[in-house]
């Protein structure tokens, strides 16, 4: 049985941070970064709690290989990206609850 999963980017209040992540629970793991539930974790130590970007896909190991091209794009590259979607840069999991 193939289980789908998500890439995703969070940032911070002052947007000046990514991190870039994979789940195949996206609610769930987004409410781990803003409730800061791995301590001492880059997200945790960044204060990373903003979803501003996300892509689904049917299979886990996509979602794994476009994370891995995402964290070798530049800093301008992902900016863009994101600016595609989203260029308020809202916080998107407050409209997903």
């Avoid at 880059?42 to 996509?62: A, C, H, M, P, T």
């Avoid at 994370?67 to 600016?83: F, P, T, Y």
Wanted: without cysteine; proline residues 1%.
């Amino acid at each position: 049985m193939e289980k789908g999963g998500y890439v995703y980017m969070v940032t911070n209040k002052h947007r000046n941070v990514l991190y870039i992540g994979v789940t195949s629970k996206l609610l769930t793991r987004i409410y781990k970064h803003k409730t800061h539930f791995y301590k001492e974790s880059f997200s945790d130590k960044y204060n990373i709690e903003f979803l501003v970007y996300y892509e689904g896909y049917g299979r886990i190991e996509d979602a794994i290989g476009r994370e891995k091209e995402l964290k070798n794009w530049s800093r301008a590259r992902k900016d863009a990206l994101i600016n595609s979607m989203n260029p308020e840069w809202r916080d998107l999991w407050e409209e997903m609850v």
